[in-house]
């Protein structure tokens, strides 16, 4: 028997696995809010991505002349304490919370899915092993790790990429885990051991397509979790350093001047709600589309 037909006789899910993602699809579709968020998160990506060339002002261009002003027509958001444009700090800061969360967020993704992978495949007492050092980490202060590699590497907001990749990817190896062990405990699964396909076959080609759509969500919920930590690391003086900046450092500054300028701390408010809205709306209706445990048809 070729391997081909074997792979059709033993993973029933996986034959089905076109339909079940084209139907996923139908429904995403059908959530309009879902699609309006992914529409600005597209939108919003590319406008941060060209800042550089569509920034009304270089981001470290000072104007102590001015000092902090209101909205008007040259400065449209306004001007920081330094006489600084709000509006071409936001787009450049833009850039380093998008890359912050979608960098960090990758690393979580090639540790975690892997490891959660092979430690639910294994299962029995490499499981328990793998899993114990999973919690070990988990008691390490994330506040405190960061301070460590600042002093120890300088303050780079490189650093931030892998502070909170080490982090996040402890979450993510435990949720694929345990879709691993649901999945292998399938009798398509037992099938595939039985016929004497490779350890490598089973998890490419019969695990891992039944926990991508697990992957795929958990990752959109895991950005913006993981933008919010970057702001929380600026607002204490952690993250990005001046001149440069990121949402989170706009707003630890706006919130130090809110009596007197509370356009510097509204701004940027808005946009990174908006943008943390719209990462949560597109991961729950990609939830609901992709779990037929939350699909009623």
């Known amino acids: 028997m070729k391997s081909s037909e074997i792979d059709a ?13 084209d139907n996923a699809w139908q429904r995403l579709k059908m959530n309009r809010l879902a699609i ?13 991505a060209i800042a550089t060339w569509i920034a009304p002002y270089p981001y470290d261009l000072q104007n102590l002349a001015i000092g902090a002003s209101s909205p008007s027509i040259r400065h449209w958001f306004g001007t920081d304490i ?11 800061g833009g850039q380093i919370s998008l890359l912050v969360g979608l960098c960090a967020t990758m690393v979580s993704l090639l540790i975690g899915v892997p490891y959660g992978m092979f430690s639910g495949y294994c299962g029995g007492k490499t499981d328990a092993f793998m899993m114990r050092i999973v919690d070990i980490l988990y008691t390490l202060p994330f506040t405190i790790l960061v301070i460590i590699l600042m002093v120890v590497f300088g303050r780079n907001f490189l650093l931030l990429f892998a502070a909170i990749g ?25 099938a595939a051991v039985v016929l004497g396909l490779s350890q490598s076959r089973i998890i490419f080609r019969h695990i891992l397509p039944n926990v991508l759509g697990t992957i795929i969500v958990y990752t959109t919920l895991t950005i913006p979790k993981v933008m919010l930590l970057e702001a929380f690391l600026s607002f204490l003086g952690l993250g990005v350093q001046p001149p440069m900046s990121s949402w989170g450092l706009l707003i630890r500054d706006g919130a130090e001047v809110m009596e007197s300028h509370p356009w510097l701390l509204i701004f940027p408010g808005i946009i990174f709600s908006v943008t943390l809205f719209a990462l949560n709306r597109l991961g729950d209706a990609l939830r609901d589309a992709l779990d037929p445990r939350f699909n009623k048809t």
């Open 9 to 21: 006789t033993v993973s029933p899910v996986y034959t089905i696995e076109e339909s079940f993602h």
């Open 166 to 190: 080490a982090v996040e990817w402890l979450t993510m190896a435990r949720i694929i885990r345990g879709d691993v062990l649901a999945v292998k405990e399938q009798t398509f699964i037992k």
């Open 82 to 92: 330094l006489g600084r444009d709000l509006l071409t700090r936001l787009l450049y």
């Open 36 to 48: 309006v968020s992914l529409v600005f998160l597209i939108l919003l990506s590319i406008i941060c």
